[in-house]
């Protein structure tokens, strides 16, 4: 906070158990709604006295470009901890860390070449400008899933803008975010242009989203909570709010494409990260003609996915994240059922000796009303559903109160195209699935959010426009 670290006192601590390994693996303190109120000041004051907006872009770009330096020093430290806290294999978040470092690094190029625009054709008398300017002090709300990736998809940009940020990472996750500030610090950013608040969402998550001082909210997390985050804008001071929620995403497959390609995405579009992806293709739409067939394949991609340690470099799906979500999984496995699905293979928990593992689950036999096709289950759960024309599977892709991402398979070049047309999503994926990088807008149409992150968008988001007229000349008098 401020620059600096606060010790933690008499607070109370959270314990964090390895969700893999049944460990204590971090403790953090659950700050108190005066230590939100102190992080607010120290970036409302930041903000204000211009130290960090009224530099120039070279001189903050600079201090992005250092802290991509420092994240690729400490990413074998930082993968450590995500995997520990998160349960998801160390390749992974060791990949997920790199991948954050060009965040930065791409970032810092905005921070130069975000500009507004002019206009000299409002006659000799007049001259118009539009300029950018950062919003101020934005609330940075992230969930458990991907604790590092998420936050360097906001923080490089947000900075890049000229904000300065009060983040609260999840409860259970807190450890890489707490890294992160201490990285910023270390590159150079000015004291108070990154706060951290450890604790619970429902104490200083809900003190952050109701601030009147914070100007904006970036959360990423459930549609319930972000359902809070609208209301308590209204009710606060209006604040400018961008929210990622959750998807039930399409992946539709025609006959015409390489099914041993789209098997092996299908099976990634789901298996990656335990499912628990806000983008996960978790809604398989396959043409009739080769359903069967397809289903088999993927099921022959579940079988032979490593699923164990995270800590082990082989393994390519770890551990679920948290006990609830856990049981959230399984319940939906035993709902699914119970409404007449189909479990094709899956479906049970691995027992390791410690932690919580949930094998990679296809459900055939799946209609659009069960529970397991319409809701966010969050977790390796896939749902398959047949269709017999383009129009049918546009139809189902598009029958779901979100859309977030969707992906589709075919060698056709027509099929393709429509489909991309035509399925609502922010995140369009043609023959491949779950590819990204900084320069490629993230977010959600209809009920999976507001705003994008990311690419020369997410930086425009952290910012608001101002016209400035500027007459030329003598003026002509209102009064004669
Ligand atoms: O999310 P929460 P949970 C979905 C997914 C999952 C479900 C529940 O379906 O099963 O949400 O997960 C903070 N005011 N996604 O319960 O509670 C909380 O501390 C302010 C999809 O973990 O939304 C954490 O930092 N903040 C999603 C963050 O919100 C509050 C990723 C997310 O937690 C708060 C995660 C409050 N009242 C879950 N209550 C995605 N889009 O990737 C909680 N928080």
């Given at each position: 906070m401020n620059g600096a670290w606060v010790p933690a006192g008499d607070r109370e601590l959270f314990d964090r158990q390895s969700p893999a390994h049944g460990v204590p693996v971090t403790r953090v303190p659950k700050c108190t709604v005066e230590d939100l109120d102190a992080a607010v000041d120290a970036a409302r004051r930041a903000f204000d006295d211009r130290r960090w907006s009224g530099l120039n872009g070279q001189a903050r770009a600079a201090v992005l470009l250092r802290t991509g330096a420092l994240i690729r020093e400490r990413a074998d430290e930082i993968a450590y901890f995500e995997t520990l806290e998160n349960g998801k294999p160390i390749s992974q978040a060791r990949a997920e860390v790199l991948g954050c470092a060009d965040m930065f690094e791409y970032a810092s190029g905005l921070a130069r070449s975000l500009h507004g625009d002019s206009f000299n054709n409002l006659g000799d008398g007049l001259f118009g400008l539009v300029t950018r300017e950062p919003v101020g002090v934005v609330g940075l709300i992230t969930p458990w899933n991907f604790p590092f990736l998420i936050l360097c998809e906001r923080v490089p940009y947000i900075l890049a803008s000229g904000c300065t940020i009060v983040a609260k990472p999840s409860e259970v996750t807190s450890a890489t975010t707490l890294i992160l500030a201490e990285i910023l610090s270390d590159a150079g950013l000015p004291d108070g242009c990154m706060n951290v608040v450890t604790g619970a969402g429902s104490s200083i998550g809900q003190a952050l989203i109701e601030h009147p001082r914070v100007d904006m909210l970036s959360f990423t997390g459930s549609t319930a909570v972000g359902r809070r985050v609208v209301e308590a804008a209204g009710k606060s001071n209006f604040k400018k709010l961008g929210l990622e929620l959750g998807g039930k995403n399409p992946q539709i497959v025609f006959a015409d494409a390489d099914l041993e390609d789209a098997a092996d995405g299908v099976a990634f579009g789901i298996g990656f990260n335990t499912g628990q992806?806000?983008?996960?293709?978790s809604r398989l739409i396959v043409e009739r003609s080769v359903a069967d067939d397809f289903a088999r394949m993927v099921q022959a991609k579940f079988d032979k996915v490593r699923v164990g340690d995270p800590l082990d470099e082989a393994t390519q799906i770890g551990a679920i994240t948290t006990e609830a979500q856990n049981a959230t999984i399984m319940s939906y496995i035993e709902r699914g059922q119970a409404e007449g699905a189909r479990l094709i293979c899956g479906g049970a928990q691995l027992d390791m000796g410690r932690g919580q593992f949930i094998v990679p689950t296809l459900f055939g036999d799946v209609t659009r009303d069960m529970s397991i096709a319409r809701e966010e289950i969050f977790g390796p759960v896939l749902t398959i559903m047949p269709f017999d024309t383009i129009e049918e599977a546009i139809e189902i892709a598009n029958d779901t109160d979100y859309g977030l991402a969707a992906s589709v398979w075919t060698k056709n070049i027509d099929k393709a195209l429509t489909v991309t047309r035509q399925v609502q999503a922010g995140r369009f994926w043609v023959n491949t699935t779950l590819a990204g990088g900084p320069e490629l807008p993230l977010g959600g149409f209809r009920q999976s959010g507001w705003g994008r992150e990311a690419g020369i968008y997410g930086v425009e988001e952290y910012t608001q426009v101002k016209s400035v007229h500027i007459e030329i000349g003598k003026r002509d008098h209102w009064v004669k």
């Open positions: 992806c806000c983008v996960s293709g």
